[in-house]
C-alpha cells in the first residue's frame, strides 16, 4: 500500500538523518577540543611572554639605575 511505502521512507530518511547528525555531532565535539587545544596553548604562551616582559624591564631597571 503506498501509506506503507511512503511510512518507510519516512523511517528510512529519519535513520539516514539520525546517521548524519551523529556524524556531525562528533565533528563537532572533535572542533571543540582542538579549540579548547589551541585556547589553553595560546594562554600558555601569553604568560611566557608576560615572563620574558618582566625579565626584560627587570634587566632595563638594572642597567639603567
Known sequence: APA???SG???QLEERLFHLYSIHNEL???R???LAEVMERVGQAEAE???VCRTVEAAYRDLCL
Do not use: D, H, K
Open 32 to 34: 571543540l577540543q582542538e
Open 4 to 6: 506503507q511505502q511512503v
Open 9 to 11: 521512507l519516512a523511517e
Open 28 to 30: 563537532i565535539q572533535e
Open 49 to 51: 611572554l608576560r615572563q
